[in-house]
């Protein structure tokens, strides 16, 4: 059973920069997608941004220009870097496995403005 691992979360002001990080127990190249999900408090969690196993990606429009995802099938994970966050971008933020419906635990953004 492969098992996701999210971290890099943390506190930071608006326009500031977070990389999150995802490390999957087994091979993501055998996963092949993978994504990132965001939940914030009272909303249902949406799609933020995907990256294919060939490394075709897709972004949310609100996120557009300002995230980057990008996959590390080496070290088998996947990075969303995160730019000029804003206080809306706040939210636990979830990996999550398509192939195989695995979701990891998630982690805290929190953007003060």
């Known amino acids: 059973q492969v098992q996701l691992v999210e971290s890099g979360g943390g506190l930071v002001q608006a326009g500031g920069s977070l990389r999150l990080s995802c490390a999957a127990s087994g091979s993501i190249l055998s996963i092949g997608a993978m994504a990132w999900y965001c939940q914030a408090p009272g909303k249902q969690r949406e799609l933020v941004a995907s990256?294919?196993?060939?490394?075709?990606?897709y972004y949310h429009d609100s996120v557009k220009g300002r995230f980057t995802i990008s996959r590390d099938n080496a070290r088998n994970t996947v990075y969303p870097q995160m730019n000029s966050l804003k206080p809306e971008d706040t939210a636990v933020y979830y990996c999550?496995?398509?192939?195989?419906?695995?979701w990891g635990l998630g982690t805290q953004v929190t953007v003060s403005s």
């Open positions: 999550y496995a398509p192939s195989k419906n695995i």
């Open positions: 990256i294919s196993s060939g490394g075709n990606t």
